[in-house]
């Protein structure tokens, strides 16, 4: 094509396509010569060729090579010079560029055209022999290197001896004379590795330049890169082959320099960049001297500097999005070398989307297509100086990685219990190291920064909780913990209890140092609520839940909250409900004696004793959750964990009951609570006594709870909110189930209600974590008016893998080998547990129509899982506070 809108028009406007074609770089660079920016003349051989050259086995396809002459030929006119002229010589640069950017992976060749010739020539032109023979070593060498293969360490060693030998200690010491006899030895070097001489004709450099170019595709570490990112391997390189443009002809009148057009750090309108006269483009990425920042420009080259803010305003106006340009001043004359769209901060993404709208270049579906869910993660939690990551990952201080369980960094001293983690925090941060974590551990799990644990996946307490109060969480690490020793092991690698470690569970990595980290204060980004804010709009009809008139158009995004406090934090992050209040979760610290006493005694009277005391516990609980709440549905799930969470561990009592025994005494309590204890012991307690079954089995719970939650809202009534409670039954198979419980919740509640004449609408659902319950939708939908999946335990037991123990040993290798695609506790198995999904909320609507359907599992922050359960119609998805903001802007992308 002559003109890039050519091949846009063959491609119906597709720039997809295009680029794909061209490459990322020959794409931009045409785009930016049609609308008149001063490129350095030049063509792009395609992917296409790319991929016939290998498939050929490394021929060009026909008809390649004249086309690439008949190309060079219009570059030679546009430039009036001539590839090999004895006076006025071109000379071209060969670079690679695939269609999506694989940074410093595939390979360049610069200054091709230099000869013995066309050196003395360049010389005659420029009058700078010392900058013509820097540049034709420099060709020679790369050609070494990347078109004959030649290790560039067979270049750099005699290099080094020869500035050793003449006491020069930089390379820009050396001389015209000096750089002459530099470029002997590297002839030498390739005549000694390859048996050949340096290629003196121009066209034949070129024609091994584009081949070498090619190959690069499949050199091992573009291979590697392309597997870490998921880049297809069958896309290619693109071949750009342009004059080159020299900045370092001179400290007065040429230089070179890399811009953004506004500030990748915190969104500025405003350019930023550097610049460095008398030099080449690598200089300044490389950093080898100081840069000036580009106002330096304005004072020396004023006219190139006003030419330059101009072209970028123009750039941004025509890719409508902030760009990063690379741009070379030869003699007075500026060129765009390069120019695409800008990587930032995520407070420069929220910002740059946000004014650009603003501005009216772009509209409001466009700047929320452009954040990723990881964008609105980083503004949520904080993150490592990334400078100090960099040296301590340099420094191999990596320590152990894991499931990442938690987003977020953390740093503090490392401490083996809960109890020492709430000591040790009074003096400074401190990061928990576990095993795995109990509802005991919470205490030490608040006090802590951050936490990891040897075992447990994404579903498991330490995961769950952390996720829930924000604590940045690694779990899963297969560390070795020696509590007695206080150390914890990992190939090898010993810490001690009160060592630095560092956490990031974003990425589920640990690490053995100090690295501070960095965190936004989120009520100053107007930007990022703002964008927020336009997702709601597009989800719903209304901006937030209509109850009365059904699903909205989107997903709505609930929360899963337990108190008042953090429903109150969801509420802050945009929640539109709480989808999942876990009751037992308001049974933790002193609370769970008194729910023990309830289990294990045997005395009437001590039984209710205990229930009154919870009831009057749970009630001013809910009443605050209501509160909070106001106006909003708030789902509470009856008592649903294994009931061997309440109770003491057998394997403790075990030895503090014969301990006691062998000193001869008898602890009456400490015996009961053992027979007890030993009575209610399970072999699988995740199938076994939990969920409706509790209810059913310890009646009372269930008045105890309808009754609070219930007592709840009318206290909340009469205080002058208006609570929307809704009662959920987890973990039924069976609609005899809910038969059995559901009729009693509706009594319990109605006739409060009466009794203290208040009206409130309470919904009463069921959650469906078992495969069996999709499959009977109809029936349940008798008792149940919502449905609400618990995707952790509907994933556990439609897979038959354990949620706490399955990521800590197979599950993983079982994602790495491609057994699995990917791990079904973090994005749900849209074919199997999704199947069961869609056809439970399809013929559980085909009974009642209107029906709120949910997901409250830990699915419900995933992105990709919130695409499939958009897709599948159902009504919300709730997750943790946190992970809301996320949720809020997958929902939106699911249906733009
Ligand atoms: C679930 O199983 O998905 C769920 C939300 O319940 P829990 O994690 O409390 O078992
Ligand atoms: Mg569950």
Redesign the pocket.
């Known amino acids: 094509f002559e003109d890039i809108n050519d091949a846009l028009e063959m491609y119906k406007g597709d720039w997809k396509k295009v680029t794909g074609l061209l490459g990322g770089k020959g794409a931009n660079l045409a785009r930016m010569c049609a609308i008149g920016i001063t490129v350095p003349s030049g063509f792009t051989i395609s992917t296409e060729c790319c991929n016939k050259y290998l498939e050929l086995g490394n021929e060009f396809p026909e008809g390649m090579w004249d086309q690439a002459l008949i190309a060079l030929k219009k570059v030679e006119e546009n430039t009036g010079k001539k590839i090999g002229d004895k006076k006025n010589p071109l000379l071209v640069s060969c670079r690679s560029g695939a269609a999506q950017s694989m940074p410093g992976m595939m390979d360049t060749v610069l200054n091709i055209g230099l000869n013995d010739e066309t050196a003395k020539a360049m010389v005659e032109l420029t009058n700078d022999e010392r900058f013509v023979y820097d540049s034709y070593r420099r060709l020679v060498q790369g050609f070494g290197a990347i078109v004959l293969g030649i290790d560039d360490e067979k270049f750099e060693h005699p290099l080094g001896n020869y500035k050793k030998e003449k006491g020069f200690k930089f390379d820009n010491e050396l001389k015209a004379d000096n750089w002459k006899e530099v470029l002997e030895l590297y002839n030498a070097v390739i005549k000694k590795e390859k048996g050949i001489e340096f290629p003196q004709d121009p066209m034949e450099q070129i024609k091994m330049s584009i081949k070498a170019v090619f190959s690069s595709w499949n050199v091992p570490r573009a291979i590697q890169y392309r597997e870490r990112t998921g880049i297809p391997h069958t896309l290619g390189t693109a071949v750009n082959l342009q004059t080159m443009v020299f900045g370092n002809m001179g400290e007065e009148h040429s230089g070179t320099g890399v811009a953004f057009t506004r500030n990748p750090s915190n969104g500025k309108k405003e350019i930023f960049g550097e610049f460095l006269f008398n030099a080449q483009g690598e200089d300044v990425v490389a950093g080898i001297r100081n840069a000036l920042p580009i106002s330096a420009l304005n004072d020396k080259l004023p006219k190139c500097y006003e030419q330059f803010i101009q072209e970028c305003a123009k750039l941004e106006n025509y890719f409508k999005e902030m760009q990063d340009v690379e741009f070379t001043i030869e003699q007075g004359k500026l060129y765009f070398l390069q120019t695409r769209n800008a990587k930032r901060t995520a407070v420069s993404r929220f910002k740059t989307m946000f004014d650009m709208v603003e501005e009216g270049l772009i509209d409001k579906k466009t700047a929320i297509k452009r954040i990723s869910p990881s964008d609105v993660d980083m503004m949520l939690h904080p993150q490592f100086d990334p400078n100090v990551l960099k040296l301590a990952q340099k420094q191999g201080k990596l320590f152990a990685t894991g499931v990442a369980a938690s987003p977020g960094a953390a740093v503090g001293k490392m401490y083996f219990s809960s109890k020492k983690c709430v000591e040790m925090a009074k003096e400074g941060p401190v990061i928990m190291c576990r095993p795995f974590t109990k509802p005991d551990d919470v205490d030490g799990m608040f006090a802590s920064k951050g936490l990891f644990t040897a075992e447990g996946g994404a579903?498991s307490h330490a995961a769950?909780v952390a996720r829930q109060f924000g604590i940045p969480c690694v779990v899963g690490c297969n560390v070795i913990i020696d509590e007695e020793k206080k150390t914890v092991t990992i190939n090898g690698i010993t810490l001690n209890e009160g060592d630095w470690v560092s956490i990031d569970g974003t990425t589920g990595s640990i690490y053995s140092a100090k690295i501070p980290t960095i965190q936004v204060k989120l009520e100053e980004q107007k930007h990022f609520m703002s964008i927020l804010q336009w997702c709601d709009e597009f989800c719903s009809k209304e901006g937030i839940r209509d109850i009365k008139n059904g699903p909205s158009r989107g997903l709505m995004v609930w929360a899963n909250a337990d108190t008042a406090e953090d429903a109150t934090r969801a509420r802050s992050f945009g929640a539109q409900g709480i989808g999942?209040c876990?009751t037992e979760h308001q049974f933790l610290g002193d609370r769970a004696g008194i729910l023990r006493e309830f289990i294990l005694t045997e005395d009437k009277d001590k039984k209710k004793e205990a229930l009154d005391k919870l009831e009057v516990l749970q009630t001013k609980d809910f009443e605050e959750l209501f509160i909070a709440m106001t106006d909003l549905p708030v789902v509470v799930r009856l008592i649903?964990?294994p009931l061997h969470e309440f109770l003491p561990d057998l394997l403790e009592l075990t030895r503090e009951v014969y301990e006691l025994r062998g000193k001869g005494e008898k602890n009456e309590e400490k015996e009961l609570m053992l027979k007890k204890a030993e009575q209610m012991h399970e072999s699988n307690p995740m199938l076994g006594l939990r969920g409706v079954r509790l209810s059913i089995v310890l009646r009372q719970l269930v008045a105890m709870q309808t009754t609070a939650i219930t007592q709840g809202a009318i206290n909340a009534k009469k205080k002058g909110f208006n609570p929307v409670p809704e009662i959920m039954i987890?973990l039924v198979g069976h609609p005899n189930e809910l038969k059995e419980i559901q009729p009693e919740v509706e009594e319990v509640s109605q006739n409060l209600l009466k009794k203290n004449n208040v009206e409130i609408e309470i919904k009463i659902g069921t959650?469906i974590?078992i495969p069996r319950a999709c499959l009977v939708a109809p029936q349940l939908t008798k008792y149940a008016k919502f449905f609400s999946f618990?995707?952790?335990?509907?994933t556990q037991m439609t897979f038959g893998y354990s949620r706490d123990d399955a990521e800590s040993g197979f599950l993983l290798k079982y994602v790495d080998n491609n057994i699995l695609p990917n791990n079904p506790f973090k994005s749900v198995d849209q074919i199997g547990v999704g199947r069961l999904i869609k056809m439970c909320v399809d013929e559980g609507r085909e009974s009642q129509p209107m029906m709120d359907v949910g997901v409250?599992?830990?699915h419900g922050g995933d992105p990709k899982s919130i695409k499939f359960f958009s897709e599948a119609g159902l009504t919300y998805v709730s997750c943790s506070a946190y992970r809301v903001p996320v949720a809020r802007l997958s929902a939106c992308h699911a249906i733009l």
């Open positions: 579903t769950v999942l876990r649903d964990p987890p959650m974590e618990g995707t952790n335990d509907l409250c599992g830990e």
